[in-house]
């Protein structure tokens, strides 16, 4: 589709195998995508993927499969996807060059 839409570092890979071994059943990944949401108009979603739907893209980093929702597609390419813990609070990270800004709170983005 896009060759590499986006790249997973080191910090989300083991993120993600923590929450993949923490769940009851097997699945095939972790499905990425955006809504309409927020301040700014769009957030990222983040949902287990019991399989690879067909338009989905496949991005896989050391042995786990992030799938990227069609419709989310030409808003991430280019993105690194990564795992920030700091002492007050833990989460993913997207670092995407085409947002055009942010709300305050950090919660949404717009291109």
Avoid: W
């Amino acid at each position: 589709m896009f060759g590499t839409a986006m790249t997973i570092t080191d910090a989300a890979v083991g993120r993600v195998k923590e929450l993949l071994a923490q769940r009851d059943k097997p699945t095939f990944g972790i499905r990425l995508g955006i809504r309409t949401a927020g301040c700014s108009g769009l957030s990222y979603t983040l949902e287990f993927a019991d399989e690879k739907g067909e338009y989905d893209e496949l991005v896989e980093h050391d042995g786990v499969n992030i799938l990227i929702d069609p419709k989310a597609a030409m808003f991430l390419i280019g993105t690194e996807m990564d795992f920030v813990e700091e002492k007050l609070k833990s989460g993913f990270v997207f670092n995407n060059p085409n947002e055009k800004g942010r709300c305050g709170c950090g919660e949404s983005f717009h291109v």
